[in-house]
């Protein structure tokens, strides 16, 4: 009976553990009526410029782990703001969207390819590649790739093309492209150079959709979201550096283009979680005021004896230490 109840125990207890915490709802499909977007009826706006749909059997979990992605990639230190506001606009004037379908060839893709005549597509995702318990792993969550290269495609290209574009001799990535393919490829080669380390064999594949692809690996090697054995292996005949230190060791012009903060590439791996703060900053026991029992109040998280709070992460890199406490002595100090 004891074992039994502690069975139920865990199972509850891993249940809850696995469950996203993504503070978005899903809304009904504001154009029911559009002949390339009514066959949806699940929908998220999520921040302001990147719109979910989703056709109706898609479940809840994973329309909500679709636009916790998004919102992840555009607000990385999740405050709730996009970190790039040109980016903002970009996506919000060209109404980036991510359409999630049943399957390759339902009805409503046949009528999303028939009518859609925007250019806020650049990446589907179908119902069997989103799994919410493990975000972004190769082989099981694509979603990760699927809206960065949305992301990358609608907003990045457009906005900085001479880091990002992505046709050839055009910027610093078609560049540091050819070197890492081992030369300037305008069509797949037979075999690629030895000393190569992106390989992609996909005919199908044109030099541009191969400058989306690098830039997707680039900033998922960096993020650490390759980085296991069986990914390693599983994508190594396309991309070599699947660990943080091979990247920034090996492809280095990427690395510095993709790490200038003025670029504004997100740099932490989405883990499905969003929920950004809305409180007060500073008012970490949330009386209304800013004062000294904040300051213990942040003294006792970092000693572990209060959990974490995001009103007491001043400087927002999502760890709260004593650079959080100086900064709020300072504004207790002088208001
Ligand atoms: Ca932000
Ligand atoms: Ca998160
Ligand atoms: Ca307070
Ligand atoms: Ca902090």
């Known amino acids: 009976m004891v074992t039994m109840k502690k069975l139920i125990f865990t199972i509850l207890f891993s249940f809850l553990l696995s469950q996203n915490e993504v503070c978005f709802e899903i809304q009904s499909n504001p154009y029911p009526n559009s002949p390339s977007l009514g066959c949806f009826t699940k929908y998220i706006n999520v921040l302001d410029c990147f719109e979910i749909y989703a ?3 898609i479940q809840d979990n994973k329309v909500l782990h679709a636009a916790a992605i998004a919102a992840e990639l555009l607000d990385n230190n999740e405050d709730g703001v996009v ?19 049943l399957y390759e060839g339902s009805s409503c893709m046949d009528d999303f ?6 250019d806020g597509v650049s990446a589907v995702l179908f119902r069997n590649e989103i799994d919410p318990s493990q975000p972004g792993h190769w082989g099981a969550d694509a979603s990760v790739e699927e809206i960065v290269h949305t992301i990358n495609h609608v907003g990045h290209v457009y906005l900085y093309p001479n880091y990002f574009d992505i046709t050839p001799n055009s910027s610093i990535m078609s560049n540091a492209m050819d070197i890492a393919r081992g030369g300037q490829f305008l069509t797949v080669p037979n075999s690629y150079p030895e000393e190569s380390w992106y390989h992609y064999d ?9 400058a989306i692809e690098y830039l997707y690996w680039c900033i998922v090697s960096h993020m650490g979201i390759l980085d296991d054995a069986q990914t390693c292996a599983g994508i190594d005949n396309e991309w070599e550096l699947c660990t943080p230190e091979l990247f920034e060791n090996i492809d280095t012009t990427m690395f510095d283009l993709i790490t200038d903060p003025q670029h504004k590439i997100p740099q932490n791996a989405p883990d499905g979680n969003y929920c950004p703060f809305t409180g007060i900053l500073g008012d970490v026991n949330v009386d209304g005021s800013i004062d000294i029992l904040d300051i213990i109040f942040t003294v006792n998280i970092v000693l572990g004896q209060e959990e974490f709070s995001y009103a007491a992460d001043i400087n927002s890199d999502n760890i709260i230490n004593i650079f959080d406490i100086v900064s709020l002595v300072n504004i207790v100090l002088l208001p």
Do not use: H, K, V
């Open 83 to 101: 970190d790039d506001l040109a980016l903002f606009e970009r996506l919000q004037q060209q109404n980036a969207l991510m359409p999630i379908f």
């Open 202 to 210: 996909d005919w199908t594949c044109d030099y541009e959709c191969m």
């Open 55 to 57: 056709e109706p059997s």
């Open 113 to 118: 390819e028939d009518y859609y005549n925007g």
